[in-house]
């Protein structure tokens, strides 16, 4: 009998952390990965105030951690907080992924972007990037993510919409001369010639106002989608379908974002399938 043995390798933790954090449904997704390929981890939420933040990002990995997401309201103050920034966080601004690497340092990404593209080519698998411009509602946190995406994945034009016309003039100064910024009271308009439509705006939300914009310019080959997804199918997306446009809800790009991260933190790189939609649903 040998007289040595290797150590239990440690357990991977990983988590989100939030302010409020209560409704975040990245638990159940994470858990269903982890009983799904067998992987002996574990995935918590945590809620931490903005005074907090540095401290508890600096002794997670100490207590076995290998990474976290993040949520409102510390998307972009993890940015100063983190050794290492993908330049598509830079860019956005904002990071939802951490990865504690094992040299010490913390690594920010975003792949917000990444989860929006891969939620529209699996609800519109003939969308073509090239065929048109998008219509973009709303100019927060999330349309950077999108507008990042889109951009890389050769969309010629975005019209951007937004309630505070600065706002989307600050996409316009950040990301270049393919946004078109363009009044609130014409967002209606600018549907006409989108060949993708996309509310980046919580508009339409359970609690929030209704999205009021005109949707009679929405032609039968535009793609429709809602980042918003509660309730499931907003008013915008039912409209849409009535007019004939093919609409895809905002929960995959709930699932999609997570992939990077799990795979990162745990090894396996998870499918995003019908079970696990159903999963996040309960």
Known sequence: MSGTSDAPAKIPLAGVIGSPISHSKSPQLHRHWLNKYGVRGFYVPMDVSARDLRDVLMTLPKAGFVGVNITIPHKEAVLDIADLVTDRATLIGAANTLIFRKDGKIHADNTDGYGFIENLRAGAPNWQPQTGPAALLGAGGAARAVIASLLEAGVPEIMVANRTRVRAEKLQADFGNRITVVDWVQAGNIMEDASLV?????????????????LDGLQKTTVVTDLVYTPLKTRFLEVAEDRGCLAVDGLGMLLHQAVPGFERWFGPRPDVDHETRSVVLR
Do not use: E, I
């Not at 996309?198 to 005109?214: A, H, Q």
């Open 198 to 214: 996309v509310n980046t705006s919580s508009l339409g939300m359970v609690g929030k106002p209704d999205l009021r914009v005109p």
